[in-house]
């Protein structure tokens, strides 16, 4: 009988997943939000994306091609993922946060997970002002939308996807004022120059790289190591910001101050990977809070694998990789198969690129740059010096009282802060259901009949 | 090609297949919520941290960043 694999996901892990999959001879289904397949990375619209916005458009042309001999659901919610008695995942399908989607039930042989991961962005005094966005929302903005938040921006956080971002909202008909990144350079000396061999196999990374610090040299945009975003300003929109000299634990400078003005700020500081549904599967985590994989993906959960951000941030190419390498063990491949070997050895030079992204790793001395009325939950509009007085207090006490965390995002966005800032860990990320359906949806399944995928 | 929605008792048009949101910056419109008393508008994007929710066409918590804006929406603030 034919092995069904289920794909949570389609961006570049979840497509690589059901190209391997489908050549090993497997039955794939592919679950994801979006109205279109490509995930953040390959975020898009046929009419509004600008081309040049798109990397390695050809693979995904590709993998999309690929794609259409799977069974693709797109806008699904999956709110629950069952492993107890086989794998059994519910889905709501329907255009985003509409009333009255469509019920659907998957039964799979193996499951792949490959949720990906979203922004983290560090809370700064200012940072509810209109005008304040991730640095994936100018991206998303960009290239979904064809959108800019503001005339003249400020890209600021770390590591390099900021460059992509700076690239995107100029190609968009926006200014980018200053790019902002808090490794110092001493430090991404060391990061990134050590063993330079083993990045000889990722040229195409850093020629990507390289194309889009060209960008910003041609257009003299200025590129700052070792400095942050400490303070948005403005009455009712973004007017200004300060940035600020940062030591290498992050801890801002004092006297380095300087004021910047801009209209809009783009702030990413890494991303947090997409876990609940890997939680909800029962799948062991790492103390750094990733999906553990052994050499096939394959999660602590029998028959569920994993791949791309959600069991280490690496980026495109490596999610790539791992992706395939997942889709082909999920659907009964062996990694001794020669047509795995490819991925086998990309997955590798891969993980050589992400251990480099270390680099620019949050470092604890960010919280210096708060002001105790400095809203940390967006949601509930929690701010540090509410958090602090119940720092003492057990987490749930803490967020029964506060609320952080509670609103509507679930904690998705203010989670980890709030746990560094209480030293303590919540574990925001176990959530009953996976994601944003309506109560009245999900009393209605009780009575509808579920649609069974044949 | 263009797709005209109803915001604050205005009409706004976006390009043809623009989320809510992108009509709404197209617009020049940076936020449309009120938190806590102060503005809030798109800051995500990617339908993660509920901040640019509206109420379109009656019903309540749509996010603004992943529904595509259809010919006539009616948009209405939301505040908490």
Redesign the interface.
Known sequence: MTRRVAILGAGPAGLAAAEAALSAGADVVVLD?G?RIGG?YW?H????TDRRMQHQHARFARLGRVAEAATVHREASVWRVDTAHGIRVHALVG?????DREALTIDADALVIATGA??RALPVPGW???????A??????AK???????ERTVVAGSGPFLLPVADSIALAGGSVAEVVEAAGVAAIARGWGRAPWQLAGVAGKAGELAQYAGGLLRRRTPFRFGQAVTRIHGQ??VEAVTVQHVDAQWRPVAGTERTVTCDSVALGHGFTPRLEAAIQAGCDLSPERFVVVDDRQATSVASVFAAGEVTGIGGADTALAEGAVAGFAAAGGSLDDRRISGAVRARKRMHAFATRLATHAIGPGWTGWLDEDT?IC??E?VTRARLSEYAAASSRAMRLATRAGL???QG??CGRTVETLIAADVDFDRRPVLS?I?IGELARLHHAEHKEQE | MSVRIRFDGEEIAGRDGQTIAGVLLGAGRRSWRLAGGAERGVFCGIGVCQDCVVTVNGIENVRACQRTALEGDVVEREAR
Do not use: K, W, Y
């Not at chain 1, 994936?136 to 903005?141: C, E, K, M, P």
């Open positions: 939000e109205e953040q975020r619209h046929e009419q509004l255009p985003a946060d509409g009333s979203h922004d509810t002002l209109p005008g304040v966005i991730t994936g929302a100018a991206q998303a903005l979904r939308d064809g959108a800019i938040v503001g009712g929109h809203i967006r949601c509009s609103g509507a995002c998705r966005t944003s309506r």
